[in-house]
């Protein structure tokens, strides 16, 4: 069973310094999704591909953030110009289409560290 | 923002006890879902319920959903030292696209 897959699991860079990160979904699954988790709280949804199609994102994805899933299989997430408050650990999950939202298998996350 | 707030937020328990942990939520959903999260981990699907359902059972696992209250709980009976990690409930909002917006998760330890 080879599950969500992200890479790098840990990330450290100084400030001004853009950052990439990569997410390979479950193979079939047609959904991606991106959240964002800060130390003692619960994930927070940051963009949600279907296929290619980037169909939602939300208002804390600054024009600093832009992912991509170029032919509907991995995804990347990008930083541009970090910030110190861009710490956190980066979350990706995917799942397949259906009625009503379906459970999201999660990867290990991406940690990243601003210096 | 986050839609949920969860209680508590931290619970310590021996092992062999029961852990129950509630979510409360503030707009309509579709479904609620229980998540767990081990440190440094990703987070690990437990199990899903629907609007139109009241309680669900999955091994140790018991789940209730009141629609009225805005309100679930999730209850691990019997529990054990591997069952140490922080639970988050999370919401689907009806005619929403799937995201999941997560409460501020209970951290449970059990102890040996």
């Known amino acids: 069973d080879t599950g969500v897959s992200q890479n790098p699991r840990h990330k450290i860079t100084k400030r001004g310094q853009n950052v990439t990160f990569r997410c390979d979904p479950i193979?079939?699954?047609?959904?991606l999704y991106w959240y964002r988790q800060t130390l003692g709280q619960g994930p927070e949804f940051l963009t949600y591909?279907?296929?290619?199609?980037?169909?939602?994102k939300s208002r804390l994805l600054s024009d600093r953030f832009s992912a991509e899933r170029p032919k509907g299989s991995f995804s990347t997430l990008e930083i541009q110009r970090t910030e110190q408050g861009d710490s956190a650990m980066y979350l990706c999950?995917?799942?397949?289409?259906?009625?009503?939202?379906?459970?999201?298998?999660f990867g290990d996350g991406t940690r990243l560290s601003i210096l | 923002s986050q839609q949920g707030e969860e209680d508590p937020q931290a619970l310590s328990i021996q092992e062999g006890e029961n852990a129950t942990m509630n979510c409360s939520y503030k707009t309509s959903i579709n479904n609620l879902q229980w998540y767990r999260q081990n440190s440094g981990r990703g987070l690990v699907h437990l199990i899903l319920i629907r609007s139109n359902e009241r309680e669900k059972h999955s091994g140790r696992l018991r789940v209730t959903l009141d629609t009225s209250k805005k309100s679930s709980s999730l209850l691990i009976t019997a529990s054990r030292a591997a069952d140490t990690a922080s639970y988050f409930c999370?919401?689907?909002?009806?005619?929403?696209?799937?995201?999941?917006?997560f409460g501020q998760g209970t951290t449970l330890q059990v102890k040996p």
């Open positions: 193979s079939e699954h047609n959904r």
């Open positions: 999370a919401t689907v909002i009806s005619g929403n696209t799937g995201k999941l917006i």
């Open positions: 591909f279907q296929n290619e199609a980037q169909l939602e």
């Open positions: 999950a995917s799942s397949p289409h259906g009625q009503g939202g379906q459970p999201q298998h």
